[in-house]
């Protein structure tokens, strides 16, 4: 209440969602499309739980988010008061730090610090929580200076490179100039430290093959010649086949998680290991680094060396592309639209730096193969929690950020309807997000699962109950339409994509179609899985 | 291998939550604690921890907590075996 009240005569844009998790969402949709941090808020109880699930995507995502819940008055807590939950407690592991604040006094102070420590060295999602009392204090007496740990050994690397990463640095170009068949294997943090330019130079002087992880793509120039795209579980073949011939990796802000390396003992069996990360913790966690280098990226690339030479790699990975290019246009006999189609279709009629975000699941997966990113920072989806519902209120934020950008939300049919009360917002403030409803009328990578890997049995996987999702858009004070046909596909999404109103198209797709390639679950990412069940190569 | 490390820590809400929180994520044991507060917001803590993995899985991730001001490893030593 009392904050709401300050709201009123306040200065600060506030949106209202119809559920704390689509506020949540919809801020770390601004934070990410913006590399900044955004502000979330829950009343106590309840509303801070409802918050919780976003938070720890934001943690497993590394995304700059301040989180302020309220809180019973301090006279009350501990006392099992009404709404009161112990939101500190159920912080603590899917947040960098989280704030009680005691006393008014002590209000600006933390308010600062946990704005600050968002963004400082690797992001994530810093918790505030907030008692009514502090709420209704006045701010009388000199705010008090919080005192702080002098920290000893954190972070000392953020903005010199000190003699540790110096002599990383030096072993790592020793590495470099006696690798035969080097790859660059390029993460989110890439991005998130500013140095997407840097990273660029890096290939260009080099001519080094890259690969991307899902949180990675867009970061290499779409038309660097050995771009060579996804790796991983549902990678393109030459990232994958590339990696585990390589005999250095050169990780730049990556984590090496268990979806990008496949299984780990025999991922990239023959290479050595270059690591830069800004949060030493990565380094060695799922693999040795022989050359460590725990520092900001913006700082290292530009000392690493650039005159190698691996002509004959060069040519290899050049051949592993030809060998797998893929046609995906639309023939004029298909009857069924394919998801993978469908997107690249939709990628061609986008600006370079327009947004997509997603859900989760198997269009999630064909986003990420089959359009075209410039930056990260168009490509919201969730990664490292893999949060059904992210989409739309990701693309709320995404769109209150970017006004001048068209923001598509590819939504899962299962996925859409977890945040789907968030179509109330959409019409409320006009935004104006394109909303793609992917329906295959299940839960389609479940079901993937479930048919190659347990023998077919189909467990509640099964959506052919849906509603008729363009009704209920209209309902909500949108305009929709399906699309069922292979023959409306450009028309209805050159409609689309010119609205300036909130919009939906309702996609109906087979059930059938799956995402390829796909490395089964612990397994060397060398044996993909393509459509016909055959392990390539 | 079982390790003796000692944190120096600002005594906080929730610091000892987290620090055992880490341990227990991370997949060490804890066999011993100990700790002695010191004025009014500093607080040492040794604890006696047993693991399969490299000690600087845990180290690394303590390092990362906002109330942590330093660490120090004192002992390592192999565990005993079991009867
Ligand atoms: C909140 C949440 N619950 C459950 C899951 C497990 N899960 C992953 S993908 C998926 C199916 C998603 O279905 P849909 O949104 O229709 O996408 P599709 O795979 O059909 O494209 C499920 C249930 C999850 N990732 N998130
Ligand atoms: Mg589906």
């Given at each position: 209440?009392?904050?709401y009240?300050?709201m009123?005569?306040s200065?600060v844009?506030h ?8 506020a949540?969402?919809a801020?770390?949709g ?5 590399n900044q941090t ?9 509303g801070?739980?409802n918050l919780?699930?976003?938070?720890a995507?934001?943690k497993l ?7 302020l ?5 301090t006279s009350a807590?501990g006392?099992?008061?009404f709404q ?15 704030f009680?604040v ?7 102070e933390?308010l600062q610090?946990?704005w600050d420590?968002?963004i400082?060295g690797?992001?994530g ?6 008692p009514?009392?502090v709420?209704l204090?006045?701010?009388n007496a000199?705010?008090e ?10 972070n000392?690397?953020i903005?010199e490179l000190?003699n ?5 640095i030096?072993i ?8 035969q068949?080097p790859v660059?294997?390029v993460?989110?943090g890439v991005v ?5 330019q840097?990273l ?10 890259a ?7 867009g970061?290499?120039d779409?038309d660097?010649?050995?771009?060579l ?5 549902h990678?393109?073949p030459?990232a ?10 050169l990780?730049?802000?990556a984590r090496?998680d268990?979806?990008?390396t ?9 290479a050595k290991?270059?690591?830069?990360d800004?949060d030493a ?5 799922r693999?040795?680094?022989?050359a460590a280098?725990k520092a ?8 690493l060396c650039?005159e190698?030479q ?9 051949n592993?592309?030809q060998q797998?290019q ?7 006999q298909e009857?069924?639209i ?10 061609n009629?986008l600006n370079h730096?327009?947004?997509v975000c997603?859900d989760?699941g198997q269009h999630?997966m064909?986003?990420a193969?089959?359009i ?5 920072t168009s490509h919201?989806s ?5 949060t059904?519902g ?9 769109q209150l950020?970017n ?22 917002t ?10 793609l409803?992917?329906d295959?009328?299940?839960l389609?990578m479940?079901k993937?699962?479930?048919?190659l890997f347990?023998?077919e049995?189909y ?5 052919s ?6 009704k209920?858009?209209?309902?909500f004070?949108l ?12 028309a ?11 919009s ?5 797709l087979s059930?059938q179609?799956?995402?390829w390639p796909?490395v089964?679950p612990n397994?060397a990412?060398h044996?993909m899985m393509?459509?016909?069940?055959a392990?390539?190569? | ?7 120096q820590?600002h005594?906080?809400p929730?610091?000892?939550?987290r620090?055992?929180q ?5 997949q060490?044991h804890l ?7 010191e004025?009014?917001d500093k ?5 006696k921890?047993?693991?399969?993995h490299?000690?600087?899985i845990?180290?690394?991730?303590l390092?990362?907590?906002?109330d942590?001001?330093r660490?120090?490893i004192q002992?390592?030593?192999?565990l005993?075996a079991?009867a």
């Open positions: 209440m009392p904050l009240d300050a009123l005569d200065p844009s949106y209202l969602t119809r559920h704390e998790q689509g949540a969402f801020a770390i601004q934070a990410r499309s913006s955004a502000v979330c808020i829950g009343t106590s109880g309840p801070a739980t919780l699930t976003a938070v995507d934001a995502d590394s995304v700059p988010l301040l989180v819940t309220g809180q019973v008055p807590m006392s099992d008061a009161e939950v112990d939101v500190l407690g159920l912080s603590l592991s899917i947040t960098k730090h989280s009680v005691e006393r008014i006094e002590q209000l600006p933390i610090s946990a420590l968002t400082e690797r992001p999602p810093v918790l505030v929580d907030i009514k009392d709420f204090a006045e701010l000199q705010p200076t919080v005192s702080k740990p002098g920290k000893e050994n954190f000392s690397s903005n000190d540790n990463n110096l002599q990383s030096a790592a170009n020793q590495l470099l100039k006696s690798s068949k660059l294997y993460g989110g998130m430290g500013h140095a997407q840097a660029n130079e890096f290939l260009q002087d080099t001519g080094m093959p690969v991307s992880t899902l949180k990675g793509l970061t290499v779409k660097y010649a050995l771009n795209g996804m790796l991983g579980m990678g393109l030459p994958n086949y590339a990696v585990q011939e390589a005999d250095l990796l990780v730049a802000g090496l268990d979806r990008a496949g299984k780990l003992n025999e991922f990239a069996p023959n290991l270059i690591h830069i800004i913790a990565e380094i060695g966690k693999r040795a680094a022989d280098i900001d990226i913006k700082q290292v690339l530009p000392k650039r190698i691996f002509a004959d790699w060069q040519a290899r990975c050049a592993l592309q797998y893929q046609n995906y246009v639309f023939s004029p009857q069924q394919s998801g993978p189609k469908l997107l690249r279709m939709l990628s009629k730096s327009d947004i997603c989760v999630q064909w986003v193969q089959h075209q990113f410039s930056s990260p919201l969730s990664g490292g929690l893999g059904m992210f989409g739309l209120p990701a693309a709320i934020g995404a950020e006004p001048q950008k068209n923001v598509v939300a590819v939504c899962g049919d299962g996925s859409f309807m977890m945040n789907i009360q968030e179509l109330a959409l019409n409320r403030y006009r935004i104006p997000v394109k909303i409803v992917m295959n009328q299940r389609g479940v993937q699962w479930q048919e347990n023998e049995r467990s509640e996987t099964n959506l109950d849906n509603p008729e999702f363009s209920v858009a209209q309902a004070g305009e929709a339409d399906v699309l069922e046909s292979v023959a409306d596909v450009e209805k999404l050159d409609w689309f994509l010119q609205s300036d109103s909130p939906l198209l309702h996609v109906r059930s179609e799956n995402v796909i089964p397994t990412n044996n393509e459509e016909h069940h392990i390539s190569n | 291998m079982q390790y003796q490390i000692e944190l820590l005594n906080q929730a610091v000892l939550e620090v055992l880490v341990v227990r994520y991370r060490f066999e011993g604690m100990q700790m002695q507060p004025g009014q607080l040492t803590v040794q604890l921890v047993s693991g399969q490299s000690i600087n845990l180290t690394s991730q390092n990362k907590l906002y942590l001001a660490l120090t002992h390592e030593m192999p005993k079991t």
